[in-house]
């Protein structure tokens, strides 16, 4: 690694503040970042740890709407059951010890291609709180590790509209434990949501189809007759893309019937 | 360079560290608390799991500085008052959990992380909790056992493989 300051802000303002310094890279729970930094992908002068701001911190419950704070771990959102999908997501990222420390603001920011959270964010319309503003999920995802944030910009919350019914499948890729591709279902009082992740050179996606038809008939027996092109899927040593794409179907079937 | 200072096995430690300077290094280069292991370096393979504020963590993928007025607990700090082994290390022992041993501070540490949260685990959920502990030489049938053993389950019906 090459050697960068470390600031420890116990505020969302002191946060921001330090982000103003040139080449500043926020911190949240480091297990992607820092095996990054140690690539020497990344030079940040400058690591802005979120761990200790305590209003992002946490989870809270409003009638049918959850709120995760940005720099909440996976492991309490997995331990919380609130929304028992997205709990159930968050039990299978990575491993306990990296469940520890990973924090799901800092997952959606990185918005690796292969990632669960964007998956659940994406399904769930979920609304990513900034320092700065609100963005729709439709919105915030742009493309393979590309967001909607701003530089300098730092994700204080999630907020999930918990629906009637959803279901998170993952297909591992088996080295790395990643979604090969992971297919997140959420049914809601005004129709079925489908997100895709792992599966496409553009990052996590919503299989619109899959929704017409589910939101029509939310049983595995209404994909029948539909198929995912292959175009733009990711193809590499684990999967062609046409393995890719056969996968989208499959795992959104298994995700409809084991949705509850 | 940052003051840092934390718990480490229940006693106040302090050191000057660079930003970069991974709690792993901390603990082996700063406190000389070398049973903390640095595998892969790259938080697959589990060796360097510590215990930060009572968790598990891997203690090359958290910056000392991160860890400032933390509690940490190592591999040093597990044997019981009198010198010998606590019941998770003696298990291994007795059950020839470890084989080189280069995983083994990893494996005790998530073994005494998981019993904490889970007093009486099924061998699948033993399995699925050390994901993210890699033994190289594959001796995985007996350090199950011996964390079944560890958590006072009888263990007399399981072969030895």
């Given amino acids: 690694m090459y050697n960068f300051d470390v600031e420890t802000p116990v505020t969302v303002a002191d946060a921001v503040a330090a982000m103003a310094a040139e080449d500043a890279q926020a911190l949240g729970g480091g297990q992607t970042l820092i095996p990054t930094l140690k690539q020497r992908l990344a030079s940040p002068s400058t690591l802005v740890s979120l761990k200790g701001v305590a209003e992002m911190q946490g989870i809270t419950r409003d009638g049918d709407s959850l709120r995760i704070g940005g720099a909440t771990t996976h492991a309490t959102v997995a331990a919380d059951g609130s929304y028992p999908a997205l709990s159930a997501l968050a039990s299978h990222i990575g491993d306990p010890a990296v469940r520890n420390r990973g924090t799901i603001g800092g997952s959606l920011a990185n918005n690796d291609p292969a990632a669960c959270y964007p998956a659940a964010a994406l399904a769930s319309g979920a609304t990513i709180a900034t320092n700065t503003r609100e963005i729709a999920a439709d919105d915030y995802f742009q493309g393979m590790f590309d967001t909607a944030l701003e530089e300098g910009e730092i994700i204080t919350a999630v907020s999930f509209p918990i629906p009637q019914a959803a279901n998170y499948q993952k297909f591992v890729q088996p080295a790395s434990r990643f979604a090969l591709v992971g297919v997140f279902v959420a049914k809601y009082a005004d129709g079925v949501r489908v997100a895709v992740t792992g599966a496409s050179n553009e990052g996590v996606f919503r299989w619109t189809e899959a929704e017409a038809a589910l939101s029509a008939n939310f049983s595995a027996s209404a994909l029948e007759g539909l198929s995912v092109s292959a175009d733009n899927m990711i193809a590499d040593l684990h999967g062609s893309a046409g393995y890719r794409a056969h996968l989208v179907k499959v795992m959104t079937g298994r995700a409809v019937t084991a949705a509850s | ?161």
């Fill in chain 2, 1 to 161: 360079m940052t003051k840092v200072t934390m718990t480490v096995n229940g006693k106040t430690v302090s050191g000057d560290v660079e930003g970069r300077t991974l709690l792993a290094s901390f603990l082996r280069d700063d406190q000389g608390l070398t049973g903390t292991h640095i595998g892969c370096d790259t938080s697959q393979c589990g060796a360097c799991v510590v215990h930060v504020d009572g968790v598990a963590v891997k203690s090359c993928t958290m910056l000392a500085a991160e860890a400032d007025g933390a509690t940490v607990d190592t591999i040093e700090g597990q044997a019981n008052a009198d010198g010998s082994l606590n019941v998770i290390q003696q298990a291994f022992q007795d059950h020839h959990g470890l084989q080189c041993g280069f995983c083994t501070p990893g494996m005790v540490m998530s073994a005494a992380a998981l019993l904490k949260e889970n007093p009486k685990p099924s061998e699948q959920e033993i399995r699925e909790y050390l994901e993210g502990n890699i033994c190289r030489c594959t001796g995985y049938h007996n350090i199950v056992k011996a964390i079944m053993a560890a958590s006072g389950q009888d263990v007399t019906a399981i072969a030895a493989e």
